[in-house]
């Protein structure tokens, strides 16, 4: 069952640094994911994970405080944004759109309200 979650973490953490290149890939959620996985695996990839500099704030934040730091919540918003347009750009059905649009207000809401980090 380790080597389970130690595969789910590693595809999560790399979905994760993929995310900090790609916009509409959402980073800290994977990382979150990561951390979970390496926690019921690898103490010691968990350690390193959540004592890193740059990784490991956002997770901490999150598992101590529910918070999510301000500027990734911009970054949230904007890749909502985009990701809405492209589909209204590529003429999807106005049903689909509707959908998709109550499901990013959704996740809006929920963003906007945690604590800021």
Not at 45 to 54: D, Q, S, T
């Given at each position: 069952?380790?080597?389970?979650?130690?595969?789910?973490?590693?595809?999560?953490?790399?979905?994760?640094l993929?995310?900090?290149?790609?916009?509409?890939?959402?980073?800290v959620?994977?990382?979150?994911?990561?951390?979970?996985?390496?926690?019921?695996?690898?103490?010691?990839?968990?350690?390193?994970?959540i004592?890193?500099?740059?990784?490991?704030?956002?997770?901490?934040?999150?598992?101590?405080?529910?918070?999510?730091?301000?500027?990734?919540?911009?970054?949230?918003?904007?890749?909502?944004?985009?990701?809405?347009?492209?589909?209204?750009?590529?003429?999807?059905?106005?049903?689909?759109?509707?959908?998709?649009?109550?499901?990013?207000?959704?996740?809006?809401?929920?963003?906007?309200?945690?604590?800021?980090?």
């Amino acid at each position: 069952m380790r080597a389970f979650w130690f595969i789910i973490g590693m595809l999560s953490l790399i979905l994760g640094l993929a995310g900090i290149l790609l916009p509409l890939l959402p980073t800290v959620p994977f990382l979150l994911l990561a951390a979970f996985c390496f926690a019921r695996s690898s103490q010691r990839v968990h350690a390193w994970l959540i004592g890193h500099p740059r990784l490991g704030p956002p997770i901490t934040d999150w598992q101590e405080r529910g918070a999510i730091g301000p500027r990734a919540k911009r970054l949230a918003s904007l890749s909502i944004g985009l990701a809405f347009a492209l589909s209204v750009a590529m003429g999807v059905r106005p049903q689909i759109l509707g959908i998709q649009a109550a499901v990013l207000v959704a996740v809006t809401i929920f963003i906007w309200t945690r604590p800021s980090a």
